[in-house]
């Protein structure tokens, strides 16, 4: 079997080396998101990265990444998924990546598109500016927002103020845990309290919204590729008319501030939730990350 293990911090360059050679993959290939969610698991293999994860109880293998053998892994992949004695499930398959499939095992894989995995990119400037008729909604919103609050301020996340944003997103998860006890929460929860303990040695980038000296909101992003940030966790106080945009605008214009490169941020998926999908799709998207699944033919009857 293929000898996968978690991701240590120590692995970052070596890993980040992969990821930055090859076309912008999703969100789920970002090395804070593969070191900071629960059970991710990756091998290095002729020159690329393998991947092995867990999603929504099943063991899935995301796509391979890396300008080595891909065709080798794949080969490795099926093998390793018979050995385990599960079914060859392969995830975030882009459409380079269905054609790679199909080139190299042609009728053996069942692909589906999975419109729920989609990740939502939008262009810095349309974010950090909200020019044109087609925010003028969310600009008015903003726009609101800063009357209602004139002294607003935004700094940096860093370790001196760290402690607060953590503050604040407890409360979050206390008011939304009160609102629903049996919201699916915990995972989110320690992901995000690691990307608090872990912040300067993930090279992440994070901004406080503030006003008369309290969180009004968090964020966290780091670089997903050489023209993207990935944005990771966005949280911002609910009875607070406008607090969400405030911190998704300002955001944009520090990174933009900070990384003049960065033409792009990824604000990732919307697991299928209606009120999210219909959030993010407000914010006009340049362009939608177009993820399916990959199933080996021969173990469908496992599913």
């Given amino acids: 079997m293929i000898d996968f293990q978690l991701l240590k911090i120590s692995q970052k360059e070596a890993y980040q080396t992969i990821l930055l050679s090859v076309p912008n993959r999703g969100c789920e290939y970002s090395f804070a998101n593969l070191y900071l969610w629960g059970h991710q698991q990756v091998a290095f293999l002729h020159g690329c990265a393998a991947f092995f994860s867990h999603f929504f109880g099943r063991s899935v293998y995301p796509y391979p990444i890396g300008n080595g053998d891909r065709r080798a892994v794949l080969e490795e992949i099926i093998a390793d998924s018979r050995q385990r004695g599960i079914p060859c499930r392969i995830t975030s398959v882009l459409p380079q990546d269905r054609e790679e499939l199909e080139q190299w095992f042609p009728g053996q894989f069942l692909i589906r598109t999975d419109r729920d995995s989609f990740d939502y990119v939008y262009g810095i400037n349309d974010l950090a500016d909200l020019k044109g008729r087609k925010f003028q909604k969310k600009r008015n919103h903003f726009n609101r927002f800063r009357a209602e609050h004139p002294n607003y301020t935004t700094q940096p996340l860093t370790l001196d103020n760290v402690p607060l944003a953590q503050e604040m997103v ?46 009004l909101g ?79 033919r021969e173990d469908l009857h496992h599913d």
């Fill in 170 to 215: 407890e409360q979050w998860y206390a008011r939304r845990l009160e609102e629903d006890p049996h919201g699916n929460y915990l995972l989110e929860r320690i992901a995000m309290a690691r990307a608090f303990r872990c912040y300067e040695k993930l090279d992440m980038e994070g901004l406080l919204l503030l006003d008369e000296g309290q969180v």
């Fill in 218 to 296: 968090v964020t966290l992003g780091s670089r997903l590729s050489g023209d993207t940030f990935d944005i990771h966790f966005e949280k911002a106080r609910e009875d607070v008319d406008g607090a969400y945009g405030a911190i998704n605008c300002e955001f944009a214009r520090h990174l933009r501030l900070e990384y003049p490169e960065v033409a792009f941020l990824n604000r990732e998926d919307d697991l299928g939730l209606e009120g999210l999908r219909k959030a993010k799709l407000s914010y006009n998207p340049t362009v939608m990350v177009e993820k399916s699944w990959a199933y080996l």
